[in-house]
């Protein structure tokens, strides 16, 4: 028996849809992929050896097939209700129980990753403040030599989110540091500064690995904004996370 078949299928929702035809045999059926190497079908036949349903599993490179007889002899009006009755059934379950279940299940799968991300980021906070700790002395004391010679001194440097650097004006009022994305990293830049006044942070690197610094929040796009004083001016620069950072320089004056 000869077949031309024809495999519709959506790679990103699992759901797959089958049609075969020949001049003694009509099948159609659906199928979803119920996980990376298993799928299930249920497929409706109707041909001269009567109607049938089958269920298939495929797990790998084998395939386990359950028919089910329904008639042997071809009546009309069966073989639609065969067809129509399963085939509500499915759209019913697939939006009453089926799309809730992966709905809620998907829920549950992100609020463990954030509350996984949450302490992960908790812990990095906590091990960059042990760091900024160790390299207070030091920094305050290149801060103190820069002040008495103009150099240059970091008044302010927070890292972490995009977005929420763009409203770095009210970072003050988020009382929860997780929640606000940002880490201060003042202390750790001002111990950057060489001994001639400068700062160098070089390109391609991510500045979530420098001592002090941690990721405020991993996924996210990061940038590094900087205020700082050199000669009495005042300057401000923002640079993305694997930009390189150099200062001062004459293009960051405020006005």
Wanted: net charge positive; hydrophobic share 40%.
């Amino acid at each position: 028996m000869h077949k031309i078949s024809c495999l519709i299928g959506s790679l990103f929702s699992g759901h797959s849809i089958l049609y075969c035809s020949t001049a003694l045999e009509l099948e159609l059926g659906g199928g979803r992929k119920i996980s990376e190497f298993s799928t299930i079908r249920m497929l409706y036949t109707v041909g001269i050896q009567g109607i049938f349903w089958k269920f298939e599993l495929h797990r790998g490179g084998q395939k386990l097939i359950v028919p089910v007889l329904l008639s042997r002899h071809l009546n009309p009006i069966f073989a639609t209700g065969a067809f129509v009755v399963p085939t509500s059934l499915y759209f019913v379950l697939k939006r009453f129980v089926v799309k809730p279940f992966y709905l809620k299940r998907e829920k549950q799968k992100a609020s463990e990753n954030m509350d996984k991300t949450l302490v992960q980021v908790q812990e990095a906070r906590t091990a960059a403040k042990k760091a900024q700790q160790l390299l207070q002395n030091v920094a305050n004391r290149k801060r103190s030599r820069q002040l008495e010679t103009g150099g240059l001194v970091v008044t302010k440097a927070l890292y972490g989110s995009r977005k929420a650097l763009k409203n770095r004006n009210q970072i003050e009022e988020v009382k929860d540091e997780v929640a606000s994305q940002i880490i201060d990293v003042t202390l750790p830049l001002n111990f950057l500064v060489s001994d001639s006044g400068q700062l160098k942070l070089h390109e391609g690197v991510k500045k979530s690995g420098i001592m002090g610094f941690c990721d405020p929040c991993p996924g996210e796009s990061k940038q590094l904004y900087v205020e700082y004083t050199f000669d009495g001016s005042n300057f401000e620069v923002i640079v993305d996370d694997l930009d390189e950072l150099l200062i001062p320089q004459e293009s960051h004056r405020i006005c």
